[in-house]
C-alpha cells in the first residue's frame, strides 16, 4: 500500500512554526517513502477562518519548498480538500451513525452543559457528558429535531474495553472509556466537530500515517472508536512533542517571532528554516546539523523521532541563517536583500545596476549578520555619512585632523578610488605626516565612514566611490565620494596643515 500522509491546517492565522514542523516532517516521510502528501483545509470555523489566511498558509508552504501531491488548489482523486466543501459528506455519515444506533440526536442547551460540566469540577470529576439524551427513545428524537427543535450529534462510546492505539513515537497510548464520555460529531448548527470530520476525511482520502502535535493524544481514543464505527481502519499515528520557548513553556509571542510570515519578513532564508526545524525532535544521525531537505528526506525515520520537548532556540537558527547566506549565490542573496535596503531608503529602485552593486556590497555584511534584514544596516556607512559625526570622530583623535587632510590632499585629483587608488592615497599621507598604522588608518576610517568600526577599508573606500559612481540615476539614493568625504571632515578644522 502507498504511504499517503496529510497536512490538515486551520485557516485561522498564520503558519505557527510548531505547525510548519508537523507539515515538514509529513514531507520527509511521504517523500522518504515514494508516498503521497495531501493538503486539506479545515475550514469549518466559519467564524475564524478566512481565505487571505488560506492563501498565507499555502504561500508559506511553497517558500519552505513543501510541495504536496494533492489539495484544494491542486486536485485530486479524494477531494475536495476543503471541509467546508464536504458538509454534506459529514451529515450523511452522521445520520448513518444515528440510524445505526451508534450515534443519537442531544437536545441539551449549551447553558445546561456548561451547568453539567461546573458541577463535574467542583465534585472533582473530569468533565464528561452525563448522556441523559442517549434515554431519549429515536423515534422521538427524531419528531424533535423534524419538528425544528436544534439537536447536536453524539456518537454512542459503549461499555467495553479500554482503547489502546500505538503511537509510531510513543509506544502503546491506553486510555479508559469512562474518561472519554459521549463526544459531539455534528453541532446543533450542521458544521462537524473536529473529532468526526477528521476522521472522515483520512478514512475518504485514505490516509496510512497521521504525523501530529501531541495536543491530539487526548483526541485519538476517540477518533479510534469512530473509525472501528465506520469500519475503516485506522491509520497509523505518531505524535510529535511541542515545540517550547526557552522558558519551557509553549512557544507563543512573548518569546519572540512565532510565525513563518515573521521569520520570512525577517531574512531567514528557507533553507535554514526547514533545516532548523527538522532537528527540532528529530536527528539525522552521524552527528551531522547543516543538510539539505533532500538528504534529510533521504534520511528520515519515525523511529528517530524524541518524544522529549523541542525547545527553540534562535541562536541556533541564527547560525544556520548565517551559513545558508554565505553559501548561496550572491545574486539571489541581493535579490532578497533588496527590499530591506529599499525600507531602508537607500534603494529607489530595483534596477540592474542597483541589484548588481547590492551584490557588489554584500561581502562587507554576510558573514556578520544574522538575518537579511540586518545587511543594510551593516552597510549603512556608504548611504548615509554625517558630517559632523565624521568631524568629532577626527578631532578625537590625537593627529586626527592632520592625517584625514593629507589622505584628503592625496585623493583630491584621483577620481573614483579602487583599492590600489585606496592605498596609494593613504601610502602618500604616510609620507607626509609620519603616521602609519592605527594612527593613520583609524583617522580615515572615522573620516569616511563616521563609525569607529566597521568592515575593511580596503572594501568600504572602492564600495563607497562605486556607489558614488551610480546614485541616483541607477536607483540609489545620491552617495558623497570618499574625497569629498574627506574634505568636508576637516573643512572646519584648524589644524590642517
Known sequence: ?????????????????????????????????????????????????????????????RWLGLDWDEGPDRGGPHGPYRQSERLALYQSIARELVE?????????????LEAERAAALSAGLPPKYSGKCRAIAAAEAAARAAAGEPAAIRFLVAPG???????????????????????????????????????????????????????????????????????????????????????????????????????????????????????LGWSPGENEELLPAAEMARRFDLSHVSHSAAVFDTGKLAWM???????????????????????????????????GYVESILPMAVGSVDRLEEVPERVAFIFDWPAERARQLVRAEPDGPRAVAAFADAVAEAGPLDRDKFRAAAARAREVTGLKGRALFHPIRVALTAADSGPELDLAVPAIDRGAALSSTNGLVAILPCAERAALAVSDSADRE
Open 1 to 61: 500500500m502507498t504511504m499517503r500522509v496529510r497536512f490538515a491546517p486551520s485557516p485561522t492565522g498564520h503558519l505557527h512554526v510548531g505547525n510548519a514542523r508537523t507539515a515538514l516532517f509529513n514531507w520527509l516521510l511521504a517523500r522518504r517513502h515514494g508516498g503521497t502528501f495531501v493538503l486539506r483545509i479545515e475550514d469549518t470555523d466559519t467564524e475564524r477562518s478566512t481565505l487571505e489566511s488560506e492563501h498565507s498558509i499555502l504561500d508559506d508552504l
Open 100 to 112: 445505526r444506533g451508534l450515534a443519537y440526536r442531544c437536545f441539551c442547551t449549551p447553558e445546561a
Open 161 to 279: 474495553p479500554e482503547v489502546t492505539f500505538q503511537d509510531l513515537v510513543r509506544g502503546d497510548v491506553t486510555f479508559s472509556r469512562d474518561v472519554i464520555g459521549d463526544p459531539i460529531i455534528v453541532r446543533s448548527d450542521g458544521r462537524p466537530a473536529y473529532n468526526f470530520a477528521v476522521v472522515v476525511d483520512d478514512a475518504r482520502m485514505a490516509i496510512t500515517h497521521v504525523v501530529r502535535g501531541e495536543d491530539h493524544i487526548s483526541n485519538t481514543p476517540r477518533q479510534v472508536l469512530i473509525y472501528d464505527a465506520l469500519d475503516a481502519p485506522p491509520p497509523k499515528f505518531a505524535h510529535l512533542s511541542l515545540v517550547l520557548g526557552p522558558d519551557h513553556a509553549p512557544l507563543s509571542k512573548r518569546h519572540g517571532a512565532t510565525s513563518v510570515a515573521e521569520f520570512r519578513a525577517r531574512g531567514i532564508l528557507p533553507e535554514a528554516l526547514v533545516n532548523y526545524l527538522a532537528l
Open 321 to 355: 541563517n548565517r551559513h545558508y547566506m554565505k553559501e548561496a549565490p550572491p545574486d539571489r542573496i541581493a535579490r532578497e536583500a533588496l527590499k530591506y535596503f529599499v525600507q531602508a531608503g537607500y534603494v529607489t529602485n530595483g534596477t540592474d545596476q542597483s541589484i
